[in-house]
């Protein structure tokens, strides 16, 4: 089992910039919540949170996003997750995701993360949360593998 918390290399909130579609992101969290903006034709909220540059702001500005409406985590934003991942892990820092074991992400999101915590993810016990961002990193460790040695087992 390999715990990730927000800030570790492989977090959401990592501060490791990516291209996107010519758009620089500081974070994944940062592309989804710029994602959500646009989903919501929310197109000031956009600028503002695309140009917000620290992990701090861009939680902020998340949050005040999510108080004017409703955060739906559903399969777009989902899409919009697995799209950051496959950018970010599709370069230089690829290796980060090559290794071994299942992808818990320890988060207080019931949504992204197990909504618990690394102690009682290492010692079993069941989490409450989907981990859908631990699921997305397999998702792509998995095709990082396939393209590098053909078809898994």
């Given at each position: 089992m390999i715990t990730i918390r927000p800030?570790?290399?492989?977090g959401m909130h990592d501060?490791?910039?990516?291209?996107?579609?010519g758009i620089v992101y500081h974070s994944i969290y940062?592309?989804?919540?710029c994602s959500q903006a646009l989903r919501m034709d929310d197109v000031a909220a956009f600028r503002v949170l695309r140009n917000?540059?620290?992990?701090?702001?861009?939680?902020?500005?998340?949050?005040?996003?999510?108080k004017r409406y409703r955060m739906e985590w559903d399969n777009s934003v989902y899409d919009a997750c697995l799209e950051a991942v496959r950018a970010k892990f599709r370069g230089p820092c690829q290796h980060e995701l090559l290794i071994k074991g299942e992808f818990v992400y320890i988060a207080p999101d019931m949504f992204w993360g197990t909504a618990g915590t690394e102690t009682a993810a290492l010692i079993g016990l069941p989490y409450r949360g989907r981990n859908v961002y631990g699921e997305i990193l397999t998702t792509?460790?998995?095709e990082l593998l396939e393209a590098r040695y053909g078809k898994q087992a």
């Open positions: 800030s570790d290399t492989l501060a490791f910039p990516f291209m996107m579609n940062q592309r989804i919540l917000s540059n620290t992990t701090e702001d861009i939680i902020q500005r998340g949050q005040n996003l999510s792509v460790r998995n």
